[in-house]
């Protein structure tokens, strides 16, 4: 409950118009850059139908090249995308699951060990068992980790 007098609302309510006002002011003076954008995404739809291709779902983050849903790549747990050629491998990952400063971060306000879960509900253990699963069925550690996007 607000224990404002009357004078006080009276001051609040116009210190919230003004602000209302000004906030109204630049949503104004910003209309013709919003409709612009949406023009600009009519684009964007049109060229990507002249393709005949889906709307991308990334960019690699080492040569920007446009990914497509379906293309082989690989999705950091994070998010960050990289293409095919770009991606990193088994031994990227074991190297960047074993360094001390990964080590750091696991730990830094959280609960430390390999059964920490990353960003995907993914432990450490599990991501470098995976790793190990894959060299002994015969693959490499220069083996890039792609899959479908």
Not at 16 to 37: C, D, H, Q, S, V
Not at 51 to 69: K, N, S, T
């Amino acid at each position: 409950m607000t224990n404002l007098s009357e004078e006080q609302r009276e001051k609040l309510g116009h210190e919230l118009a003004a602000i209302g006002k000004a906030a109204a002011g630049i949503r104004e003076t910003m209309r013709p850059y919003f409709i612009a954008l949406e023009g600009l995404g009519e684009a964007n739809s049109l060229v990507l139908e002249r393709y005949g291709v889906e709307e991308p779902v990334g960019e690699c983050i080492a040569c920007d090249r446009i990914l497509f849903a379906g293309e082989d790549g690989h999705r950091c747990a994070d998010g960050e995308l990289f293409c095919a050629e770009h991606a990193p491998t088994f031994g990227d990952a074991k190297k960047a699951l074993t360094a001390p400063e990964f080590e750091l971060e696991l730990n830094s306000g959280r609960e430390p060990g390999l059964d920490t879960e990353d960003e995907t509900g993914i432990t450490l253990r599990e991501r470098l068992a995976a790793i190990e699963s894959h060299v002994a069925g015969g693959g490499s550690l220069d083996d890039k980790i792609i899959h479908p996007l």
